[in-house]
DNA sequence: CGGTAGGTTGATCGCCTTCAAATCGTGTGG
DNA sequence: CCACACGATTTGAAGGCGATCAACCTACCG
């Protein structure tokens, strides 16, 4: 039996519907840990020893290009599963973790995996749908990269980020974790200094308001058309 | 059982490991449809009625995006299934498909998928990996997009085209369907303006040869150093 | 309070898109 | 079988978006 109270996961629904019993089974084997802000959870390419679950806090995936060349995943919010190597049968991590802001997650032994996915089948499925939404984004994502403006594509990952990670304050919206330009411009394939520029633009139009390492949308109506396509 | 032998599709590589017993399992409910070139199989949007497997041919993927751009996902070969919308829980095809030369499929109900891979657990398995390389590729490609130079882009492309879908004709490496610049145009974010450029280029250092919708690759080592990062 | 990571802003450059027009290939109907 | 039509390709010219180079500013942290 976990040390850990079922209760600290029921309420995320990845496990809704998911009775008492089963929760205890999924929390079998499972380790809480608390990485502070900037820690590495785990790196690109080494073996994959553990999967993970975000409890509280954000994780940002990044990966490295054979250049040297680093870009932004995605950012990991409370509720999703990480790490799930052993679902698509890879061995090693394809991406690096690191706590976006102080983080704690749940983890479990690799081995773990295949026992569990067979205790619980109803886990299964929702990794397969959960993998499914994985994909169907990238696409998404693609799709941006490929049609979208600078302009679009920044306007794009803020919504985004809003929506999925966006506290309300007031009349604004502020992501809920610190982020750079840096940050943004690796995620929407641009330099730092186009983010800056747009940034800097949005804010003498009274779209966003942002300082180092926050931003918060004042105009959230004024950014959805930014990101639609127009001129 | 099935009026579709087992030994056409025994060879896939998918398939290897399975006895006949449980490629019969596979084939039930199987039909086996002939498209023509040009022919499409399923649309982007409509309701997901099959899933399917390539026997023959090539299959060509595409998505078109919310303001009628189309992009260029992905070549279907054979041995591969597409449309497998089941698996990840959707109800509609995300995405188009057109045979890119004369083809042979198999087709299944949707509602055959459930209880096929309660048959075949071997199957479950293979398809999740199916879908993680998926997933692998669909990040490679952002990757690429976000740091590569058109020239880049379009020598992975033929790279990996030439990989999967070329046939060695002496020196030469030929892409086995028809292909026109606006199709590698789609799939690396070009224009057919930049694509016809670089490959006229390319030809007249007798690196590749092409005609209409046709490409050759004569040097492959040449290709490979441009896929490189270099200046 | 100094050091440093993060951010701003200007100037320039080049790749790729856009606009435009000509040419080539192929299949088809008379 | 040839002429024609249309899709595919090529090539030129111009222009713009965003990268790159460069310098400076500013907030936070120890």
Redesign the pocket.
């Known amino acids: 039996m976990s040390n850990i109270n079922h209760t600290l996961i029921a309420d995320f629904p990845v496990f809704e519907s998911f009775s008492t019993q089963e929760l205890n089974l999924v929390l079998n084997n499972a380790k809480s840990l608390r990485y502070p802000i900037g820690e590495i959870i785990f790196e690109q390419s080494a073996p994959a020893h553990s999967y993970f679950f975000l409890l509280h806090g954000h994780i940002r995936v990044t990966k490295i290009t054979p250049e040297g060349k680093q870009i932004g995943v995605r950012y990991i919010n409370p509720g999703e599963f990480f790490g799930i190597t052993e679902a698509i049968g890879i061995d090693r991590y394809p991406a690096t973790a690191t706590a976006a802001i102080d983080s704690i997650i749940l983890c479990w032994p690799s081995s773990n995996w295949h026992p569990l996915m067979k205790d619980v089948p109803k886990l299964a499925d929702k990794m397969l749908k959960i993998l499914g939404r994985k994909l169907q984004q990238t696409h998404t994502r693609i799709i941006e990269l490929t049609t ?6 920044i306007a794009n990952v803020l919504l985004d980020l809003s929506q999925n990670s966006g506290r309300q304050v007031g009349e604004n919206t502020e992501i809920t974790f ?6 943004i ?1 690796e995620m929407t ?13 949005w ?1 003498s139009r009274s779209i966003v308001k ?5 931003i918060s949308i004042t105009n959230l109506e004024a950014l959805k058309a930014l990101a639609q396509k127009n001129t």
């Open positions: 979208q403006s600078s302009e679009q594509r610190p982020i750079s330009r840096q940050d411009a394939g641009n330099t730092l200094h186009t983010v800056s520029r747009i940034l800097s633009n804010e942002s300082g180092r390492k926050r």
